[in-house]
């Protein structure tokens, strides 16, 4: 379950969770989770989502569908090529520090078009119009580590760039640094295979210490 009731879970538990629904959807057995009428209203005056996703808005990339989870259960912040500005950065730091959720999954996916993109942008030297050259702006350094570490291969990229964005969360946020050190969250990176609908870890660890005050593990069913 989830909701005013939901358990509280270690960094590790959560990151189960969400690896066991996209497990059901993949093989096609979704359970379709906290979906119901009386889940809704359980949840109209406060919410505990277990897992923070910092995802691409990629179209094809909902997360709720690809972890097979309900109302309540993920805070989901999009971007174009999971883009961390400071509204990101500040909707995380809400959803560790006042919901307390316990993880932060930064989702990125094959065939991104914001890399894409950016690696076009870098090659010609030119930039795309309107405010789709921050977009391009901001995965650049991606691409320039790529490059710095002999990588040529667009899914390789990709995942440089999901590790990027995970660094780039704790660089540029000193409040989910701490909430990381303390051992109460952890952040890694995911990458998600279109065709096939499975997510693969790619970036950060959650330490076997991370979490070790919360209650003994409890599925959200």
Known sequence: ?????APILRPEQALAELIAGNHRFVTGTPSHPNQDAGHRAALADEQHPFAVIVGCSDSRLAAEIIFDRGL???FVVRTAGHTTGPEVLGSVEYAVTVLNAPLVVVLGH???GAVRAARESLATG???PGHLDAVVDAVLPSLRRAEAEGVDDLGRIIDIHIAQTVEALLDNSAVLAAEVAAGRCAVVGMSYRLAAGEVHQVAGEISAAAGSDPAPAASLG
């Open 1 to 5: 379950m989830s909701g005013p009731e």
């Open 72 to 74: 309540g259960d993920l």
């Open 126 to 128: 030119t930039q795309p």
């Open 110 to 112: 094959d065939s991104c």
